[in-house]
Every structure is written in structure tokens, then in C-alpha cells.
Nanobody, 123 residues
Framework: VQLQASGGGLVQAGGSLRLSCAAS????????MGWFRQTPGKERELVAA????????YYADSVKGRFTISRDNAKNTVYLAMNSLKPEDTAVYYC?????????????????WGQGTQVTVSS
């Protein structure tokens, strides 16, 4: 199983980035997906999650209205479009696959994890 995240980088506050996560080694369309982030000294935080079909989503309050999660099951890829970025969005972002079909909001529901991509937002 592989989850390869990409698209991170350095951006100024107010800017945008689009993260991608390419999945392989499992039946991607059978799994809900999520994006997490973590900064040193802080707990890992669920940023956004999406169900197997892409019909249902969840967002952390801190990113609602700014981030959009989506997926393309034909391409085995999940995306995170991030707009109006703030310095507090700086973190390593990880994609993860949940064990079931429905939107998953708890860490323990996720069974596969990617390696992470760094997002840095300068003020």
C-alpha cells in the first residue's frame, strides 16, 4: 500500500496550494479518505475527510470555507485545495485511508497513511 502526497511548498499568506495524494495497493474507491496535519509539539489534526463516493465531506472548523477536499476514483487520487492560507496552516500534511466507506473523523478509523508533504505559509 502506498499513499504518495505531493503539492506542498512555501506560499505567502492569502495564497493557495493544491495537495494531491495518489493511492496504490488497495481498492481506493472502497475507502473513505482524509487529510491530516501536524506541527511539532502539537497533536495530529484531522483537516478534512471525504466518503468513498465523494458525496459527503467533513472539515475542521479552522479550515471551513477555505479548504476543499475532493477525490477522483478513476485516478485513485484525493485532493485538498487550500485557499486563503494563513501562517497557522503551516504543518506537515498527511493523507490517509479509512477502513470503511463513510466519512471518518477519528484517527483510529484510518488504516493507511502517507508520508506527508510540508506546507509553509509565510506572513
Amino acid at each position: 500500500v502506498q499513499l504518495q502526497a505531493s503539492g506542498g511548498g512555501l506560499v505567502q499568506a492569502g495564497g493557495s496550494l493544491r495537495l494531491s495524494c495518489a493511492a496504490s495497493g488497495f481498492t481506493f474507491s472502497n475507502n473513505a479518505m482524509g487529510w491530516f496535519r501536524q506541527t511539532p509539539g502539537k497533536e495530529r489534526e484531522l483537516v478534512a475527510a471525504i466518503n468513498w463516493r465523494g458525496e459527503s465531506t467533513y472539515y475542521a472548523d479552522s479550515v471551513k470555507g477555505r479548504f476543499t477536499i475532493s477525490r477522483d476514483n478513476a485516478k485513485n487520487t484525493v485532493y485538498l485545495a487550500m485557499n486563503s492560507l494563513k501562517p497557522e496552516d503551516t504543518a506537515v500534511y498527511y493523507c490517509a485511508a479509512a477502513s470503511g466507506f463513510a466519512v471518518a473523523t477519528m484517527d483510529v478509523q484510518y488504516i493507511y497513511w502517507g508520508q506527508g508533504t510540508q506546507v509553509t505559509v509565510s506572513s
